[in-house]
Nanobody, 126 residues
């Protein structure tokens, strides 16, 4: 079984940056695409970014493209979400999730992912 733990959230001002980490443990030798999702109060969970199991392909949501990047270090079993030029509307709980998939597969649809972390709060406010 795979476990995911997010970290790196916090309170920042508009225009600042944060880097979220998603650390995997357990059955890390299987091939997992990792996605980042977020959920603001009263809103549905939405996909932000996804990276394929080998790291060769990424998929970034349109409303964060150019500001967010996703990367992974398979030697450390960790996926990162670098968030730059943060805006108040980026405020949400951010979750990472895993989908067992071959290289090249990416998605931003929550139901495609079956293992989830507990989430980390990101608040962007002046």
């Amino acid at each position: 079984q795979l476990q995911l733990v997010e970290s790196g959230g916090g309170l920042v001002q508009p225009g600042e940056s944060l880097r979220l980490s998603c650390a995997a443990s357990g059955r890390t030798k299987d091939y997992y695409a990792i996605g980042w999702f977020r959920q603001a109060p009263g809103k549905e969970r939405e996909g932000v970014a996804c990276i394929s199991s080998g790291g060769g392909r990424t998929y970034i949501a349109e409303d964060v493209k150019g500001r967010f990047t996703i990367s992974r270090d398979n030697a450390k079993n960790t996926v990162y979400l670098q968030m730059n030029s943060l805006k108040p509307e980026d405020t949400a709980v951010y979750y990472c999730a895993a989908a067992l998939a071959g290289e090249g597969w990416t998605a931003l649809v929550p139901h495609e992912f079956d293992t989830w972390g507990q989430g980390t709060q990101v608040t962007v406010s002046s």
